[in-house]
C-alpha cells in the first residue's frame, strides 16, 4: 500500500485493524523522500529514520468473557464465568463452590480456596475455617489475607483468616505454628511449650534407654524364674511396627470420618487449660526460621537426615560417661563390652528411626497439583508453598533427601544383613550376639533374618503410600493391601518367633492394617448411608483396639510375673536360716580376692 506526502506530512485515515482477539503483528512504514538534499543537513537534534515498525496487539477476550462468532468479546452474565485458555469457550454455569457476580467477579465460598483469579477449579480447604470465602462481609479484613484481589472487598482466591496462609490455606501465618494435621495454635512466651519439650524428651529417652536396657541384658532366666527381657524387647519391636504401619495407613487420601482420625492422631496437642497447643515448630520459628530463608519442611529434612549421627555422637558420649562413673580407673578394662553396647544403641535408635526417615524422605518427592487441568502448578504436598521440580526443591534432593535414603533407608539395613548372614553360624557368639543381637533375637534360627523381612515390608508400604497416589488411591490401597496379605500369608507360614504369644501378636497387627485399609477405600466414595458409615468405624475401631488390649495384657503379665518374683525374693531373704556356730557362717562364704576383684572385667554387667 502507498501513500503521498502533502507538506511532508503522511496521511493515513482511516487506518483500522480488524482481527480476532488475541492477534499480535508488525506493521513496518518506510519512505525513500525523508533524506534531506545534498548540503543541507538536518537542524542539530533532529533525526530521520526510513523505516518506522508498529506492533499492534489486539487483546485477548478477559476471564468472564467470550468470543463471539463476530469476532468481538462479550460479557458472561451473573452466575456464568469462562476461565479457560480458549476464548471461543462457552460462558459456563458456575459450580456450588465457585462464585460468579458476573464478568470476571469470579470467587470461591466458604471452606474453599483456588489458586489464582484464572483457575476454573476450587479446591477443598484442609481446614475450612481457615477459608473464609471471596466476598469479605462485615469482616475486619486488616487481620485477614488475600492472595489476589478484585477489591477492597472482593478475593479471588478467597480471604484466609488470621491464622493462615499460603496455598491452599496450608501454612501458619507469623506468630503460629502447626498443630496436629490442619490447625494453627498461637506461639507465645507460655512457659508450657518448654515444660513439655522437656517432658516428650524425657518421655522418649526413657523409651530408648528401657529399650536398650533390655536388649544388653543378656541373663536369661530359668524357668519359671522371672520375666524374660528379651521378650520384652521384642514385643515393644512389635509394638513400634505397629504405631508405623498405622503411620502408614492414617497417610493415606482416605475420606476418613473424623472419628477415625482421632483414633490415628498421635497425638492431643491442644491444651484445654491455656487455650493454645504445644508445637515444637514455636521452637523452630523463633529460632532458626525467623533468621534463615528456609521452609519448615526443608528444615525437618535436614534435622532428620542428620538425626541418626546426632543421636549417635550422644549414645558415644553417654556411654564413655557410665563406664566412667561406674568402674572409674579401670573404665576402659573391657573395651569390647563399651563398643558392644554401643553399636546395639545405635542399631536400636536407628530401627526406631527407620520409618521416619523413610516417609520424610519420600515425601520430598511428592507433588500435588493445586492448580487445575488447563494451568498446572506442582507443589510438594506436605509443604504447599515449596514448587516441585525447580532449582530450591532440586537442591535439596539431590543434596539431602537421595543421600540420606540411600544410606539410611536402604544401605545400613543391607549392610546389617549382610554381616549377621556371614555370621550366621555364630548368632549365639556372647560377643556377636550383644552388638546385632537386637535384630534376630527371639526369632527361630532358620530364620533369624525375618526382621529384614519386617523392614523392607514397610519400605515397600511407604513408597506406595508415597508413589502411587497419583495412579489413584483405590489403587494404591489394593497394593499395599496386597503387601499386608503376603506379609500376613508368610508369617502365617514361618510363625518366625520362638514364642507362640509374639507370632499372635505380629498376625493381628497384618490383620488389623488389612481391615483398616479395607473399611478406608469406601471412605472414597464420598457419601456413604449413616448406617454403613458407623459400622465402619466401628469395624476400624475394634479391630485397633483389640490389638493395644492384646498387646497391653500380655505385657502386663510379664510385669505382674517380675512384681511377684521381687516379693518372693524378699520373702527369702528375710527368713532366718539357723547355723551352728560362727566358722560354719564363715565357710558358707567363698573368700574372694580383693585384686581379682578390682581387675575383673564388667562383662555380664550390661546397660
Same mark, same amino acid.
Given at each position: 500500500t502507498q501513500f503521498k506526502s502533502?507538506?511532508?506530512? %503522511?496521511?493515513? $485515515?482511516?487506518?483500522?485493524?480488524?482481527?480476532?482477539?488475541?492477534?499480535?503483528?508488525?506493521?513496518? !512504514?518506510?519512505?525513500?523522500?525523508?533524506?534531506?538534499?545534498?548540503?543541507?543537513?538536518?537542524?542539530?537534534?533532529?533525526?530521520?529514520?526510513?523505516?518506522?515498525? !508498529?506492533s499492534p496487539y489486539i487483546r485477548n477476550c478477559d476471564k468472564g468473557e467470550r468470543l463471539q462468532d463476530d469476532g468481538t468479546c462479550t460479557v458472561c452474565s451473573r452466575g456464568t464465568t469462562?476461565? =479457560? *485458555?480458549?476464548?471461543?469457550?462457552?460462558? *459456563?454455569? +458456575?459450580?456450588?463452590?465457585?462464585?460468579?457476580?458476573?464478568?470476571?467477579?469470579? =470467587?470461591?465460598?466458604?471452606?474453599?480456596?483456588? &489458586?489464582?483469579?484464572?483457575?476454573?477449579?476450587?479446591?477443598?480447604?484442609l481446614n475450612t475455617d481457615a477459608c473464609l470465602g471471596s466476598i469479605l462481609g462485615d469482616r475486619n479484613k486488616s487481620n485477614l489475607y488475600c492472595k489476589?484481589?478484585?477489591?477492597?472487598?472482593?478475593?479471588?482466591?478467597?480471604?484466609?483468616?488470621?491464622?493462615?496462609?499460603?496455598?491452599?490455606? @496450608?501454612? +501458619?501465618?507469623?506468630?503460629?505454628?502447626?498443630?496436629?494435621?490442619?490447625? +494453627?495454635?498461637?506461639?507465645? =512466651?507460655?512457659?508450657?511449650?518448654?515444660?513439655?519439650?522437656?517432658?516428650?524428651?524425657?518421655?522418649?529417652?526413657?523409651?530408648?534407654?528401657?529399650?536398650?536396657?533390655?536388649? #544388653?541384658?543378656?541373663?536369661?532366666?530359668?524357668?519359671?524364674?522371672g520375666i524374660d527381657s528379651k521378650k520384652i524387647s521384642i514385643m515393644i519391636k512389635i509394638f513400634t511396627n505397629y504405631i508405623q504401619l498405622v503411620s502408614i495407613v492414617s497417610s493415606f487420601s482416605f475420606q476418613w470420618p473424623d472419628q477415625v482420625d482421632s483414633l490415628f492422631a498421635t497425638s492431643n496437642t491442644v491444651s484445654q487449660s491455656t487455650t493454645q497447643a504445644f508445637s515444637i515448630d514455636c521452637v523452630f520459628q523463633s529460632t532458626i526460621n525467623n533468621k534463615f530463608d528456609i521452609r519448615p519442611f526443608f528444615l525437618k529434612l535436614i534435622f532428620i537426615s542428620i538425626a541418626p549421627m546426632i543421636i549417635g555422637l550422644?549414645?558415644?558420649?553417654?556411654?564413655?560417661?557410665?563406664?566412667?562413673?561406674? $568402674?572409674?580407673?579401670?573404665? *576402659?578394662?573391657?573395651?569390647?563390652?563399651?563398643?558392644?553396647?554401643?553399636?546395639?544403641?545405635l542399631v536400636i535408635i536407628l530401627f526406631m528411626l527407620h520409618t521416619t526417615i523413610l516417609q520424610t524422605n519420600f515425601f520430598s518427592f511428592r507433588c500435588k497439583n493445586i492448580g487445575?487441568?488447563?494451568?498446572?502448578?506442582? %507443589? !510438594?504436598?506436605?509443604?504447599?508453598?515449596?514448587?516441585?521440580?525447580? @532449582?530450591?526443591?532440586?537442591?535439596? *534432593?539431590?543434596?539431602?533427601?537421595?543421600?540420606?535414603?540411600?544410606v539410611w533407608g536402604f544401605g545400613t539395613p543391607l549392610f546389617a544383613l549382610f554381616i549377621i548372614r556371614a555370621n550366621k553360624t555364630n548368632l549365639d557368639d556372647p560377643g556377636f550376639k550383644g552388638? #546385632? =543381637?537386637?535384630?534376630?533375637?527371639?526369632?527361630?534360627?532358620?530364620? %533369624?533374618?525375618?526382621? &529384614?523381612?519386617? #523392614?523392607?515390608?514397610?519400605?515397600?508400604?511407604?513408597?506406595?503410600?508415597?508413589?502411587l497416589s497419583t495412579i489413584g488411591i483405590t489403587f494404591q490401597a489394593l497394593a499395599i493391601i496386597l503387601v499386608a496379605f503376603i506379609g500376613y500369608l508368610l508369617q502365617l507360614h514361618y510363625n518366625p518367633y520362638e514364642d507362640a504369644t509374639l507370632n499372635k501378636l505380629e498376625k493381628s497387627s497384618l490383620v488389623n492394617a488389612t481391615l483398616t485399609l479395607y473399611c478406608g477405600l469406601y471412605f472414597t466414595s464420598g457419601s456413604l448411608p449413616a448406617v454403613l458409615n458407623y459400622l465402619l468405624i466401628v469395624i476400624i475401631f475394634i479391630v485397633n483396639v483389640n490389638f493395644m488390649v492384646l498387646w497391653l495384657r500380655e505385657l502386663l503379665r510379664e510385669v505382674f510375673q517380675v512384681v511377684r518374683d521381687f516379693l518372693d525374693k524378699r520373702k527369702k531373704a528375710n527368713q532366718v536360716v539357723p547355723i551352728k556356730d560362727e566358722e560354719d557362717a564363715e565357710l558358707k562364704e567363698e573368700p574372694k580376692s580383693p585384686r581379682a576383684e578390682v581387675l575383673k572385667p564388667p562383662s555380664d554387667d550390661r546397660y
Open positions: 502533502e507538506n511532508g506530512i %503522511y496521511i493515513m $485515515y482511516p487506518f483500522i485493524i480488524s482481527s480476532e482477539p488475541g492477534f499480535a503483528t508488525t506493521i513496518e !512504514l518506510s519512505s525513500d523522500a525523508i533524506n534531506p538534499p545534498p548540503g543541507r543537513p538536518y537542524p542539530e537534534g533532529v533525526n530521520s529514520s526510513e523505516n518506522i515498525v !508498529l469462562r476461565l =479457560g *485458555l480458549n476464548s471461543r469457550d462457552k460462558c *459456563l454455569t +458456575c459450580p456450588d463452590t465457585i462464585y460468579c457476580d458476573g464478568k470476571d467477579a469470579v =470467587g470461591v465460598t466458604n471452606g474453599t480456596w483456588r &489458586f489464582d483469579s484464572w483457575s476454573n477449579k476450587a479446591l477443598t480447604c489476589e484481589l478484585y477489591n477492597e472487598t472482593f478475593c479471588y482466591t478467597g480471604w484466609r483468616s488470621e491464622r493462615f496462609r499460603g496455598n491452599y490455606c @496450608s501454612q +501458619c501465618a507469623s506468630g503460629y505454628a502447626p498443630s496436629g494435621s490442619t490447625n +494453627c495454635v498461637a506461639c507465645s =512466651g507460655n512457659p508450657w511449650y518448654y515444660i513439655l519439650i522437656v517432658l516428650i524428651c524425657i518421655g522418649a529417652t526413657g523409651f530408648i534407654v528401657f529399650t536398650v536396657r533390655n536388649a #544388653l541384658n543378656k541373663k536369661a532366666p530359668k524357668k519359671g524364674e550422644i549414645s558415644v558420649v553417654v556411654w564413655f560417661i557410665i563406664f566412667r562413673v561406674k $568402674y572409674k580407673a579401670n573404665w *576402659l578394662a573391657d573395651k569390647q563390652l563399651l563398643k558392644s553396647n554401643i553399636i546395639t544403641s487445575d487441568t488447563e494451568r498446572i502448578h506442582w %507443589y !510438594l504436598e506436605k509443604d504447599l508453598e515449596i514448587a516441585c521440580w525447580e @532449582s530450591q526443591h532440586w537442591q535439596y *534432593l539431590f543434596f539431602v533427601a537421595i543421600p540420606s535414603l540411600l552388638k #546385632l =543381637g537386637f535384630l534376630y533375637d527371639g526369632f527361630k534360627k532358620d530364620v %533369624y533374618f525375618w526382621e &529384614f523381612v519386617i #523392614l523392607y515390608r514397610k519400605i515397600a508400604m511407604v513408597f506406595i503410600s508415597v508413589f
